[in-house]
């Protein structure tokens, strides 16, 4: 088992930044790649971006060039730079965990990101 916790999400205005955090604990070892996906009132949730335990990243056309992951050294963390942002970024932010078992992820509780002047 893992368990995510999220954090960093709030109302920021359009053009600002906000830092997303996700601490994975438990069975860590069994994580392979981390990232973050978000889901709008009415729409289906929708990956945002990954990274791999081996650092190889993937981005939504929408947030390439405002977005940026990383994970921690010890990587059982991921953060999500989000700048320049706007107000169609308005959504829950849910960190999520694939595991070396084929089909086993996990998902944190999500975090709300409102955009918005």
């Known amino acids: 088992q893992v368990q995510l916790v999220e954090s960093g999400g709030g109302l920021v205005q359009p053009g600002g930044s906000l830092r997303l955090s996700c601490a994975a604990s438990?069975?860590?070892?069994?994580?392979?790649?981390m990232g973050w996906y978000r889901q709008a009132p009415g729409k289906q949730r929708e990956l945002v971006a990954s990274?791999?335990?081996?650092?190889?990243?993937n981005y939504a056309d929408s947030v390439k060039g405002r977005f940026t992951i990383s994970r921690g050294n010890a990587k059982n963390t991921v953060d999500l730079q989000m700048n320049r942002l706007k107000p169609e970024d308005t959504a829950v932010y849910y960190c999520?965990?694939?595991?070396?078992?084929?089909?086993?992820?996990?998902w944190g509780q999500g975090t709300q990101v409102t955009v918005s002047s």
């Open positions: 999520k965990t694939e595991t070396i078992v084929a089909g086993l992820n996990y």
């Open positions: 990274i791999t335990n081996g650092g190889i990243t």
């Open positions: 438990g069975s860590i070892f069994s994580i392979r790649a």
